[in-house]
Nanobody, 119 residues
Framework: QVHLVESGGGLVQAGGSLRLSCAAS????????MGWFRQAPGKEREFVAR????????NYADSVKGRFTISMDNAKTTVYLQMNSLKPEDTAVYYC????????????WGQGTQVTVSS
């Protein structure tokens, strides 16, 4: 079992920045992808970004492209989401996720961290 714990959420004004962290523990995760998703009130959970464990390639939702950056530490146990130029519509609970494959559903999820962007 891979255990994921997010941190770094909070309240920020529009135009500001936040950096989310996701620490992986438990069974060593060594393949596939790690990603970030978000769910705003009354909306379905949506993909934000993902990073491939091997090679580090990244992919972003169009809504965050150019503003958010996903990265991984050298030990490959922590994934970050740097969020710049935040907008009120970025307000959501942000979830970290991991999957062993490079396609399909994610196998493990964190508990989520709240990000609130005020106008």
């Amino acid at each position: 079992q891979v255990h994921l714990v997010e941190s770094g959420g909070g309240l920020v004004q529009a135009g500001g920045s936040l950096r989310l962290s996701c620490a992986a523990s438990g069974r060593t995760f060594s393949g596939g992808d790690m990603g970030w998703f978000r769910q705003a009130p009354g909306k379905e959970r949506e993909f934000v970004a993902r990073i491939r464990y091997s090679g580090g390639s990244t992919n972003y939702a169009d809504s965050v492209k150019g503003r958010f950056t996903i990265s991984m530490d050298n030990a490959k146990t922590t994934v970050y989401l740097q969020m710049n130029s935040l907008k009120p519509e970025d307000t959501a609970v942000y979830y970290c996720a991991a999957r062993w494959a490079t396609v399909g559903s994610f196998d493990y999820w964190g508990q989520g961290t709240q990000v609130t962007v005020s106008s």
